[in-house]
């Protein structure tokens, strides 16, 4: 990474939706040359993707949760069936695999409280689920960009 690969990532995560020419020009150098650069980025797996964002009041699923899980009994087939299984699921956002008292985190995104209830009691179904507490997530900011590069 040298300073015209972070300057394109910082111009990326800023506006991924900037034209090639546009971002060219802002940096003195050939399209092609940014054209180039960019596709470099993502072969080396630096640029995972580019994503929409949503807003979840807009599809009414406004209420957030993180729902903390332990498993039983503490497998890695276990584990990796639960999480896939989790990650299915419409209302799962984000999951984590962490350690401490939960083996996993759940960021959920349902239309009320009811929704979440249901949800909760879903998982609390499975045979795999040790415990299973949820927090409703009042404020939610997430960070878009990565800085320093």
Known sequence: MDELDTALLRMLQNDARRTNRDMAAELGIAPSTCLERI?????????????????????????????????????MAVATAFQDYVQSLPQTLE???????????AHVAVKDTQALRDLVLQLAK???IGDIRSSVVF???????????
Do not use: C, N, W
């Open 39 to 75: 596709r470099g980025l993502r072969e080396r797996g630096v640029i995972s993707g580019y994503h929409a964002a949503v807003d979840l009041h807009a599809i009414d699923r406004s209420t957030q949760a993180i729902i903390s899980i332990k498993l039983r009994p503490q497998a």
């Open 139 to 149: 404020e939610h900011h997430r960070r878009t960009t990565v800085m320093p590069l």
């Open 95 to 105: 999951m984590f695999m962490v350690s401490g008292a939960s083996d996993f985190l």
């Open 126 to 128: 499975r045979q795999e």
